[in-house]
């Protein structure tokens, strides 16, 4: 069964910098056969895909409002996704969720994929 664990989250000021961290584990297929991404979902508010890399790593999908300022990458040997995050704003506050599928599609974005963790949580202040 796929595990997700996400860390790294936390309180920032505007302007400010964090790196989020996805360890996955009980991975079936190849490493490279899953699509993992970031999803982040604000009180009141519907879940957002924001980054993502799809199968064989080469390929990565951003929302505009994070583009230039959020990078995704990952370490297949280690099984880690992470997500960092520059030049915060206080519209960024949200939990982030780390989420994954095999043999996925490039028209299906992170909210759509079926493993997910439990969250870490990201506020910025203003």
């Known amino acids: 069964q796929v595990q997700l664990v996400e860390s790294g989250g936390g309180s920032v000021q505007a302007g400010g910098s964090l790196r989020l961290s996805c360890a996955a584990s009980?991975?079936?297929?190849?490493?490279?056969?899953?699509?993992m991404g970031w999803f982040r979902q604000a009180p009141g508010k519907g879940r957002e895909g924001i980054a993502a890399i799809y199968t064989g790593g080469e390929t990565t999908y951003y929302v505009d409002s994070v583009k230039g300022r959020f990078a995704i990458s990952q370490d297949n040997a280690n099984n880690t996704l992470y997500l960092q995050m520059n030049s915060l704003k206080p519209e960024d506050t949200a939990m982030y969720y780390c989420?994954?599928?095999?043999?996925?599609?490039?028209?299906?974005?992170?909210?759509?994929?079926?493993?997910r963790g439990q969250g870490t949580q990201v506020t910025v202040s203003s």
């Open positions: 989420a994954a599928m095999a043999w996925c599609r490039r028209s299906h974005l992170p909210q759509d994929f079926p493993y």
């Open positions: 009980g991975l079936k297929y190849n490493r490279r056969n899953y699509c």
